[in-house]
């Protein structure tokens, strides 16, 4: 049975319809607030940071109201990566973390991501125990008035998150000599990335770096890669850095203008740690990562797990097999020994140290060939039409097409109101009418 409120990444959608309303996040954060307080008897602390969407000034507030109401002691953050609050949840020791955010979405949808005090987003089991509260009457969840709990918003969010990463390295490590672009998509990271980066040494072109609450991943971030290419060859840069709307996601562009994707990262990291002896087990990549990953690893004796599509489920696999590196071709990409979440930040200084020693981002990135794979996204009113006959038909078509010369998925986006067809195959053609073929039964 399919969660009411929860996706494959948290609660999304467009602003002022449905669930994205001041109503319903002040019970998102009563109901939330009352799961977590009664995990943890002695402290009641929940944090909260966002992206830098205009939505946010509506939706912060009724959560805020929600988790006090509860009970809930609130620290907010104001805008900081999706990881900085996975982080700082933990090392702070909250209750829990709640990352206010669509993501890579437009600035007119909004949503959250929540985490348990390990700075981990939740299972499945414990969102349907927080979607049962969510629809309970509230008058059982509202706290004494005595009891009520108290906010405080503390500045120094991104300067913490900045020294956790700092950490994670030694100390002479340094990006002196290197010339980065860098786009920040309007987004979460706006302030952390420029600021590390030109702490560590590097000269820093920064992009998407102006957010005015509406230009969120308007033509810039990892969803709009273009621009970082074009930048890099007018600056002559060594390497160029795209994030997206909350910095989990990364997309590279080496010298020569080439963009880098995160199952090229994914090898690359793979080979490095393997080498380096840091490697636990294995890989784990999603239904849509390229085979062409899957046998480079192969090649290099690496063993590769594929999850279902979203990064809560490649760690939820990472954890089951104790692998410690994992992630997705969008650019969710999880460093096990570092993070418990995709970090956009934390995987570009994992890339730029092995990048250090006068190395060619196009010799250090390119790592496999990928096969030609092609996806389209066809927006739909109901995602459930990929249930409909004519179109289980047409997939049924495609796939018999395809024979054993590719694959095709077919999918519900659990972010976004579409239906994603992804094709691979040597040959181009077939990738062509595959798509045609399924893309027609839904239109």
């Known amino acids: 049975m399919k969660n009411k409120y929860f996706g494959t990444d948290g609660i999304r959608g467009t602003v002022n319809k449905g669930n994205i309303t001041g109503e ?9 607030g009352n799961y977590f307080k009664n995990q943890k008897k002695t402290k009641q602390v929940a944090i909260i940071a966002k992206d830098t969407r205009l939505s946010g000034y509506t939706l912060e507030p009724a959560l805020v109201s929600g988790l006090v109401s509860g009970g809930m002691h609130v620290f907010t953050l104001g805008p900081l990566p999706t990881n900085g609050l996975a982080m700082l949840t933990k090392s702070m020791k909250a209750n829990m973390g709640i990352m206010i955010t669509a993501s890579h979405n437009p600035f007119y949808d909004n949503g959250l991501k929540l985490f348990g005090p390990d700075g981990m987003k939740l299972s499945d089991k414990i969102e349907k125990k927080i979607e049962k509260l969510i629809d309970a009457k509230n008058t059982k969840q509202l706290t004494d008035p005595k009891y009520l709990g108290r906010v405080k918003r503390l500045e120094d969010g991104n300067e913490k998150y900045i020294q956790i990463l700092k950490n994670n390295f030694p100390k002479d490590f340094n990006l002196k000599g290197i010339k980065i672009v860098l786009d920040c998509a309007n987004g979460a990271c706006y302030k952390a990335a420029p600021i590390l980066l030109k702490e560590l040494g590097a000269k820093v072109i920064p992009i998407g770096v102006n957010p005015n ?26 390497l160029g850095i795209s994030f997206d709307g909350d910095a989990d996601r990364i997309i590279m562009c080496d010298e020569k203008g080439k963009i880098i994707d995160g199952d090229q990262i994914i090898a690359m990291l793979a080979r490095r740690w393997k080498l380096k002896k840091i490697l636990k087990g294995g890989v784990v990549g999603t239904l849509m990562s390229n085979y062409g990953l899957e046998n480079f690893l192969k090649k290099e004796k690496i063993k590769f797990f594929r999850s279902k599509v979203g990064d809560r489920y490649v760690k939820e696999r990472m954890k089951k097999l104790n692998y410690n590196l994992g992630g997705e071709q969008s650019g969710h990409i999880i460093l096990g020994k570092f993070a418990t979440t995709g970090d956009g930040l934390l995987v570009a200084l994992e890339v730029l140290f092995s990048l250090r020693k006068n190395k060619k981002a ?32 047409a997939i049924k078509k495609a796939k018999v097409l395809m024979g054993n010369k590719g694959r095709i998925l077919v999918r519900k986006s659990g972010t976004e109101p579409k239906i994603r067809i992804m094709a691979e195959s040597l040959d181009k053609n077939l990738i062509s009418k595959s798509i045609r073929i399924i893309r027609k039964s839904i239109k």
């Open 24 to 32: 319903k996040f002040f019970k998102f954060g009563l109901a939330s």
């Open 362 to 393: 196009s010799e250090l990135l390119n790592v496999f060939k990928p096969l030609p794979q092609t996806l389209e996204n066809v927006v739909v009113k109901d995602k459930e039409i990929i249930n409909n006959r004519i179109c289980k038909d």
């Open 213 to 238: 609450g509406t230009n969120i991943n308007e033509k810039c971030g990892s969803t709009y890669p273009s621009k970082i290419k074009f930048a890099v060859k007018k600056f002559k840069a060594h």
